[in-house]
């Protein structure tokens, strides 16, 4: 089992930055995506940004030159620093991990979830 913990959400104000954390810890032989989502309230859970195992990136548009993703593949961590915060912006913040285990299993993974507010 493998289990994802997210840190570093909280309140700021509009044009703020926070950087969020996600740490990866049990039975992990490799990780090959880590991603970030968000859900917003009364909307779609949507993807924010990925890295994958190679070290490539992608971002949706609507944070893309604002929010940067890296991960430390010795630590099984990745982080979102997010600058420029919008209103927009306010939602739960949610890690999703792409992992194979020590039994060569593929299995997916979600955190719990950590929330970032961004108002004046």
């Known amino acids: 089992q493998v289990q994802l913990v997210e840190s570093g959400g909280g309140l700021v104000q509009p044009g703020g930055s926070l950087r969020l954390s996600c740490a990866a810890s049990g039975s992990i032989f490799s990780i090959n995506a880590m991603d970030w989502y968000r859900q917003a309230p009364g909307k779609k859970r949507e993807l924010v940004a990925a890295?994958?195992?190679?070290?490539?990136?992608a971002y949706s548009d609507s944070v893309k030159g604002r929010f940067t993703i890296s991960r430390d593949n010795a630590k099984n961590t990745v982080y979102l620093q997010m600058n420029s915060l919008k209103p927009e912006d306010t939602a739960v913040y949610y890690c999703?991990?792409?992992?194979?285990?020590?039994?060569?299993?593929?299995?997916?993974?979600w955190g719990q979830g950590i929330r970032v507010t961004v108002s004046s």
């Open positions: 890295i994958f195992s190679g070290g490539n990136k």
């Open positions: 999703y991990a792409d992992v194979f285990d020590q039994s060569y299993s593929q299995n997916y993974y």
